[in-house]
């Protein structure tokens, strides 16, 4: 087992802009890290420079705290799973996982031992004289990583293992995956665009973006505190809505604007000390983006239950246990239309979001209603989108 560590790096293939950026990643020894992100981020760019299958432009890989750009990738002792299985064919799993082994020089008696092992360890007992074709999806993927595994890799590298597999299987092997890492503590990299892999798997989740990480902390952290708004956006389903909006400040009250109407601030929200920074800094208030996750929103019958958004349902997606509704804020009062300066309002009936409400009987589309606003959710970022 090791440590591993991304230090500064950077790469470029010939044609477009870098596919990586000043990458800085450390893992530690036994840690499950998830990197997560867009297609085309750089993600499986940076597993392959890990693994020596990609030459970084600049930078350095670290394995234990050691330099490895000068080692071949057979050198480095990392186990690589991919999507598409890559076992041989025409090899029984035995011969499969007996493979790398032979290369290793290992001696027939130890072989035997290992792949006892590991087949063990993944259910493979029953299946070993079988060859790849003649196994299920989910037992194939289980072979790739018995025949990875098998090895007493270092650490392991994970390339969307599951997105050949049908949901129900992914649902399964995931968490294999997570008891057998559980089980191991072997250092492992995985790799995925599925925020639900990312947010169920990893100790720490790396959000990555155009080749610049952009968040690396444990999920809960990702989705409670988003260190910009591509995080708050990328994590979260229906992800969080976001307006570009204004604070501003009367005596020592904060308030924020959606869409026409002004909601207060709580005094004691971790970022009014800096927003207030913002807010006083110009007369009509201070620009900042404004982020309410959906189930910051709730349908309430008790009046004293404040603020609340006059609403009108444009879309409704029942999924059984919950209700996600699209709805689009009124128009206040004349005076507070009045408060909003025309380039920040966001239009007469404001732009669409998501509220994340109760299973139940859907408002109709057009409806009109009210809904409280649970304002110590409130997120809000710089103009530029980072955190305040
Ligand atoms: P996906 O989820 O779609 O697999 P990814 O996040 O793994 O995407 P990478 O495969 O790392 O992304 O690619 C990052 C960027 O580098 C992309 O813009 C891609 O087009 C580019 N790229 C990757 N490999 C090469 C290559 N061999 N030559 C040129 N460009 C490449």
Request: proline share 8%; glycine share 8%; charged share 20%.
């Amino acid at each position: 087992m090791a440590s591993v560590e991304l230090r500064r790096i950077s790469k470029t293939f010939d044609h477009g802009p870098p596919a990586l950026d000043n990458l800085e990643l450390a893992v530690d020894d036994g840690e499950f890290a998830v990197m997560v992100g867009p297609s085309g981020c750089g993600k499986s760019t940076a597993l392959r420079i890990l693994a020596g299958l990609e030459q970084a432009t600049a930078g350095e890989v670290l394995i234990d705290g050691r330099p490895v750009g000068h080692l071949a990738p057979q050198q480095r002792n990392i186990a690589m799973v991919f999507q598409n299985y890559a076992l041989y064919p025409h090899k029984t799993i035995r011969a499969n996982m007996e493979f790398p082994l032979r290369m290793m020089g290992l001696p027939a008696a130890e072989r035997r031992a290992r792949i006892a092992r590991t087949s063990a360890m993944l259910g493979l007992d029953d299946l070993l004289d079988r060859r790849p074709r003649q196994l299920s999806g989910g037992q194939r993927q289980r072979a790739a990583m018995a025949r990875a595994l098998v090895r007493d890799p270092a650490v392991s590298l994970m390339d969307e293992p599951l997105s050949n597999l049908d949901a129900k299987l992914r649902v399964e092997i995931r968490a294999e995956i997570a008891a057998l890492q559980r089980r191991t503590r072997l250092t492992t990299i995985y790799v995925t665009h599925d925020q639900v892999e990312a947010m169920t798997l990893g100790h720490r989740v790396a959000v990555l973006d155009h080749g610049k990480l952009q968040q690396f902390a444990p999920p809960q952290t990702i989705y409670d505190r988003p260190a910009n708004t591509f995080v708050a956006g990328f994590i979260g389903s229906p992800p969080m809505n976001l307006w570009p909006t204004r604070v501003r400040r009367e005596g020592n009250r904060l308030s924020v604007a959606l869409g026409t109407h002004w909601l207060p601030v709580p005094p004691d929200h971790p970022a009014a000390g800096a927003a207030l920074a913002a807010a006083a800094s110009r007369p009509d208030g201070g620009p900042v983006i404004a982020g309410l996750r959906p189930e910051a929103f709730h349908l309430t019958d008790q009046a004293a239950e404040t603020p609340r958004l006059p609403v009108v349902v444009s879309g409704r997606e029942s999924l059984g246990h919950e209700l996600i509704v699209t709805v689009q804020i009124q128009p206040g009062h004349a005076d507070a239309d009045a408060a909003v300066s025309g380039d920040h309002r966001s239009g007469p009936a404001g732009k669409a979001f998501a509220a994340r409400l109760p299973a139940g009987p859907a408002p109709a589309e057009g409806r009109r209603m009210e809904l409280a606003v649970r304002m110590k959710q409130l997120h809000l970022f710089n103009p530029d989108g980072g955190a305040l």
